[in-house]
């Protein structure tokens, strides 16, 4: 089993940056892909960034030009940097990783959330 640690969330005010980072927690586990998503109250969870093993970012329109996702392979982390945030962006954000063990099990594992709020 897999946990993935998320931190980085808060309040910030319009125009501000926060930066999420996502943590797997078995170094066994090697991901296929690591993004993130949100959910906004009322809103179905939508893809906001995706980095797959060969690191063909893909960024949802709303959020391309301000948002950049990277990883750092070695560390099983995946980060979401922020930027000129909006107020439309608050939303929790959850990490999403799916992938392989060395036993060729598979599995696909999703944080806890993690809350974004940016005020106007």
């Known amino acids: 089993q897999v946990q993935l640690v998320e931190s980085g969330g808060g309040l910030v005010q319009a125009g501000g940056s926060l930066r999420l980072s996502c943590a797997a927690s078995?170094?066994?586990?090697?991901?296929?892909?690591m993004g993130w998503y949100r959910q906004a109250p009322g809103n179905q969870r939508e893809l906001v960034a995706i980095i797959p093993n060969s690191g063909d970012t893909r960024y949802a329109d709303s959020v391309k030009g301000r948002f950049t996702i990277s990883r750092d392979n070695a560390k099983n982390t995946v980060y979401l940097q922020m930027n000129s945030l909006k107020p439309e962006d608050t939303a929790v954000y959850y990490c999403?990783?799916?992938?392989?063990?060395?036993?060729?099990?598979?599995?696909?594992?999703w944080g806890q959330g993690t809350q974004v709020i940016v005020s106007s």
């Open positions: 999403n990783a799916p992938g392989y063990f060395a036993d060729y099990s598979f599995g696909n594992y």
């Open positions: 078995e170094s066994t586990f090697r991901p296929t892909s």
